[in-house]
């Protein structure tokens, strides 16, 4: 039996296997991909301390990774698929077989929320993407549009801007809401076009996207937009799926205390799968140590 089970290898859990094996613990790292999580996924990470002129994802993500490296846990590259038990006694059902824990610390974060409108999925591969370090240079010198007004948008649409020809950056607002320091590179890119209080109406294209057809949302005009990709970003949806009905959420979102403690005992949160303000690096770092540490402290209970 492991004295925990860390579910997710982003900064979060990564942070709680760190915290959690030097305190002595026998720890299992259940993680369906490869270590960084969303951190793989970011361009360019200008917020996180200790790196003045920013940090590439990939990098942040192989320093991370590298920290645990040679550390005495096990990993599993496994899907979760759910969770039973209680305290002292959970049961971590994976794709990859059961595994038993006395704490569970729940980092599996979250994945983009799509947008909604027919043929979204179906294109996706073919013109649609969630993530423009991934896909975008698959339209080098092409035009595309960006879906958002957030933090993320911004910082994509600055990303893809330095590739392609033209992105629209397509908001339903009437003024963005990322941080100023995003929205003052934005204004100054010529090659971004704002497209504010207007969403996406439909999608154009059979096999590939050929365009889009925004509609603006008080007049309702509609003006189509000649795109070969489409990056979407407007909002997260977590990872949670796999937890019992007994484990408060909040649209979806874990529940917990200062500690990181969730409504079951002995199951923790950390990092985007969290209800929470802020979802960043550095707060997902935080928390996975502040939930390892809540986790060791209960194990001395139940070891007592």
């Known amino acids: 039996m492991f004295d925990a089970v860390v579910i997710g290898g982003g900064p979060a859990g990564l942070t709680a296997v760190l915290y959690l094996v030097r305190s002595g613990c026998k720890v299992l790292l259940a993680e369906s991909m490869t270590y960084g999580g969303q951190v793989l996924q970011t361009s360019d990470?200008?917020?996180?301390?200790?790196?003045?002129k920013g940090v590439q994802g990939w990098e942040l993500a192989d320093l991370f990774a590298a920290h645990v490296e040679g550390l005495d846990f096990e990993h599993v590259q496994a899907e979760v698929t759910s969770l039973s038990g209680e305290?002292?006694?959970?049961?971590?059902?994976?794709?990859?077989?059961?595994?038993?824990?006395?704490?569970?610390?729940v980092a599996a974060g979250a994945r983009h929320r799509p947008l909604g409108v027919e043929g979204e999925a179906?294109?996706?591969?073919?013109g649609v993407s969630y993530c423009a370090i991934c896909d975008g240079n698959f339209f080098r010198n092409q035009p595309v549009a960006v879906i958002g007004g957030g933090n993320s948008a911004l910082?994509?649409?600055l990303y893809l801007s330095k590739i392609v020809s033209r992105v629209y950056l397509v908001h339903r607002r009437d003024e963005f809401r990322g941080a100023k320091v995003y929205q003052d590179r934005v204004a100054k890119a010529e090659n971004i076009e704002p497209v504010l209080s207007c969403v996406v109406d439909s999608l154009q294209g059979d096999s590939e996207l050929e365009g889009i057809v925004v509609r603006h949302v008080e007049s309702g005009e509609k003006r189509a937009l000649s795109v070969n990709g489409l990056f979407i970003f407007v909002g997260m949806q977590p990872n949670t799926g796999f937890l019992p009905q007994d484990v408060q959420t909040d649209h979806g979102f874990v529940v917990?205390?200062?500690e990181m403690r969730t409504s079951v005992r002995g199951i923790f949160a950390a990092g985007d799968v969290r209800a929470?303000?802020?979802?960043?690096?550095?707060?997902a770092a935080g928390d996975g140590a502040?939930?390892?540490?809540?986790?060791?402290l209960l194990l001395e209970q139940l070891n007592a």
């Open 276 to 283: 929470k303000l802020c979802r960043q690096v550095v707060t």
């Open 45 to 52: 990470i200008a917020n996180y301390p200790g790196f003045p």
């Open 155 to 157: 910082e994509e649409a």
């Open 122 to 126: 179906r294109l996706l591969g073919h």
């Open 87 to 105: 305290a002292g006694n959970f049961t971590v059902h994976t794709s990859k077989g059961d595994y038993a824990a006395k704490t569970v610390i």
């Open 290 to 296: 502040t939930a390892a540490q809540a986790a060791f």
């Open 256 to 258: 917990t205390d200062i």
